[in-house]
């Protein structure tokens, strides 16, 4: 059977690629760990802030214990017992792990970006995290890039910032602030704004579901200004894909609040184009007119 075959082979390789990484030096086990966590392609300024700010203790307690030991121990008994760091945080052991996985053909790097060169390569290092500490970890290294990078730098891995931060705020032990809460929604708007200069409408809808979920059910209360722009700039998000369901939730939602006819007006301006759109020129002009 095709299926079976093909199973076979993706965890022959899977265990293979365990196997290459248990191999290489520590401190780039540790690189590979965070890398993954960023996506398929990473900037390296992102991976080196969170290396120097989350210590060995943090990510030893976020290994797999099945990957550690099939493989060969990611930490010496005498490491574990002692805590010591193995990675001493400098920009020459950072830039030697960088060229032991050029070298053993894992990553490619190119001026400011690395990226893994096969899928299966990043889905081999995410799965070296324990599978329930993966939103927990994921998270840490979200809040250590929003404390870290410049503003040029988080701008450039906006998406991946915040994608990092819903993790940990949609982690099951969470325990994010409503202050929190109020920053992480603000940096889904950014991503919303951004995603949607981009054209990047699909993924503009998830931020500003996400970013509305982090506000929760004091989001008008507790931040109208960014709910209304998460509401209008995601009912435009969802109109120009398609989904005029959701668009026509976060519409209503809006126009139902006791907010200034003015800020209405940036949602029912989206509700007459899209009756426009669908050909029912009358009722777009009724919504005009109201």
Same mark, same amino acid.
């Not at 365990?18 to 290489?24: A, G, S, T």
């Not at 996985?101 to 400011?112: A, P, T």
């Given at each position: 059977?095709?299926?079976?075959?093909?199973?076979?082979?993706?965890?022959?390789?899977?265990?293979?690629?365990?196997?290459?990484?248990?191999?290489?030096?520590?401190?780039?086990?540790?690189?590979?760990?965070?890398?993954?966590?960023?996506?398929?392609?990473?900037?390296?300024?992102?991976?080196?802030?969170?290396?120097?700010?989350?210590?060995?203790?943090?990510?030893?307690?976020?290994?797999?214990?099945?990957?550690?030991?099939?493989?060969?121990?990611?930490?010496?008994?005498?490491?574990?017992?002692?805590?010591?760091?193995?990675?001493?945080?400098?920009?020459?052991?950072?830039?030697?792990?960088?060229?032991?996985?050029?070298?053993?053909?894992?990553?490619?790097?190119?001026?400011?970006?690395?990226?893994?060169?096969?899928?299966?390569?990043?889905?081999?290092?995410?799965?070296?995290?324990?599978?329930?500490?993966?939103?927990?970890?994921?998270?840490?290294?979200?809040?250590?890039?929003?404390?870290?990078?410049?503003?040029?730098?988080?701008?450039?891995?906006?998406?991946? &910032?915040?994608?990092?931060?819903?993790? =940990? $705020?949609?982690? @099951? +032990?969470?325990?994010?602030?409503?202050?929190? /809460? !109020?920053? #992480?929604?603000?940096?889904?708007?950014?991503? &919303?704004?951004?995603?949607?200069?981009? =054209? $990047?409408?699909? @993924? +503009?809808?998830?931020?500003?579901?996400?970013? /509305? !979920?982090? #506000?929760?059910?004091?989001?008008?209360?507790?931040?109208?200004?960014?709910?209304?722009?998460?509401?209008?700039?995601? +009912?435009?998000?969802?109109?120009?894909?398609?989904?005029?369901?959701?668009?026509?939730?976060?519409?209503?939602?809006?126009?139902?609040?006791?907010?200034?006819?003015?800020?209405?007006?940036?949602?029912?301006?989206?509700?007459?184009?899209?009756?426009?759109?669908?050909?029912?020129?009358?009722?777009?002009?009724?919504?005009?007119?109201?």
């Amino acid at each position: 059977d095709d299926a079976v075959n093909s199973k076979i082979v993706t965890e022959n390789v899977a265990f293979v690629l365990v196997n290459k990484m248990n191999r290489l030096d520590q401190a780039t086990q540790r690189v590979l760990m965070v890398a993954s966590c960023l996506g398929a392609t990473f900037r390296l300024s992102a991976v080196l802030e969170a290396m120097n700010n989350i210590s060995w203790s943090e990510m030893r307690s976020s290994i797999r214990n099945s990957m550690r030991s099939s493989a060969g121990s990611l930490l010496t008994s005498d490491e574990i017992v002692s805590g010591t760091n193995i990675q001493d945080g400098s920009d020459s052991s950072y830039a030697s792990s960088i060229e032991e996985l050029e070298e053993e053909g894992l990553c490619e790097v190119d001026n400011e970006e690395g990226h893994f060169v096969h899928d299966q390569i990043q889905s081999a290092a995410y799965e070296l995290i324990c599978p329930d500490q993966r939103d927990s970890f994921r998270g840490r290294i979200g809040s250590v890039l929003l404390q870290r990078l410049s503003p040029e730098e988080l701008e450039a891995s906006l998406f991946e &910032v915040v994608g990092l931060l819903n993790c =940990a $705020a949609n982690c @099951a +032990a969470s325990n994010i602030t409503d202050e929190e /809460r !109020d920053e #992480l929604a603000r940096m889904n708007l950014k991503a &919303v704004i951004k995603a949607s200069e981009n =054209a $990047a409408f699909d @993924a +503009a809808t998830v931020y500003c579901q996400a970013g /509305r !979920d982090a #506000l929760g059910s004091r989001g008008w209360e507790g931040d109208h200004s960014t709910m209304l722009d998460l509401c209008s700039h995601g +009912a435009n998000a969802c109109f120009l894909t398609g989904d005029f369901d959701t668009m026509n939730e976060l519409i209503e939602e809006v126009l139902s609040k006791d907010i200034d006819t003015k800020e209405k007006f940036r949602v029912s301006d989206i509700k007459v184009k899209s009756l426009f759109a669908a050909g029912k020129y009358n009722e777009s002009i009724d919504v005009a007119l109201d």
